[in-house]
């Protein structure tokens, strides 16, 4: 049996330690995430999940437990370690796009690919596939600025994909549009991650959104609820 690419087991975490000001975020938390598999993180906003997210990519660290990705315990990385994985196995998507202004939108694809050792030729030619997967093609010449909000986004969804990664965590993809672009947006993105074959945990407060993925999973005052 294939490891899972994602692996939490017994994830704590709290803050202002010690002051009557602590919150404990996270209590306890597995998580096992198969290849392929698309999982939905549900929660409402303050409930944690970002701190989850940024725990399972390598963006934070637990106050208690383990952190597997492919198989390896990155829970005691060190930096430079860190920094690799989240480069080469690691996708991340935020609710704002956070697209580089002063480029366009295949350089802003381009780029990540550059920072990880891809020739240019080779890396515009990816970016221009994946812009055409998602629709955004004929704008890839655009600057940020003069894209829509649902193609910012999709532009955000290539650079997160752009290095090949195993594990895509995205934190309410969705959530800056209004709903009919939302639906629009997300199928993209449904679309990109089922051709690719990664696994996948996203955040969201949409029901329906959550609904056309493989599991749903909530977090209830720090605990994982499955369903």
Request: hydrophobic letters at 45%; aromatic letters at 4%; one cysteine or more.
């Amino acid at each position: 049996m294939n490891d899972p690419v994602l692996r939490l087991k017994g994830i704590t975490k709290a803050y202002n330690h010690g002051t009557p000001a602590e919150v404990t975020v996270l209590r306890g938390i597995d998580l096992e995430i198969a290849a392929g598999e698309v999982v939905a993180l549900v929660a409402p906003s303050g409930a944690g999940k970002s701190t989850l997210l940024h725990i399972a990519g390598l963006l934070d660290t637990p106050d208690a437990g383990t952190v597997e990705i492919a198989g390896a315990d990155l829970t005691g990385a060190r930096d430079g370690q860190r920094t690799g994985v989240r480069r080469r196995d690691v996708g991340f998507i935020y609710q704002f796009h956070h697209l580089l202004p002063e480029f366009s939108a295949l350089e802003n694809i381009v780029l990540p690919q550059l920072a990880n050792g891809v020739p240019k030729a080779q890396a515009e030619d990816r970016a221009r596939a994946l812009l055409d997967e998602v629709g955004v093609a004929p704008r890839a010449s655009h600057r940020p600025a003069a894209l829509s909000g649902g193609e910012q986004q999709r532009v955000a969804f290539c650079r997160a994909l752009a290095n090949g990664p195993r594990l895509l965590l995205a934190d309410e993809p969705t959530g800056n549009l209004d709903p009919a672009t939302s639906d629009t947006v997300f199928g993209a993105l449904m679309a990109l991650v089922r051709g690719t074959g990664l696994s996948a945990l996203i955040a969201t407060h949409n029901l329906e959104l959550a609904a056309r993925m493989d599991r749903q999973i909530r977090l209830d005052q720090g605990l994982l609820v499955q369903g």
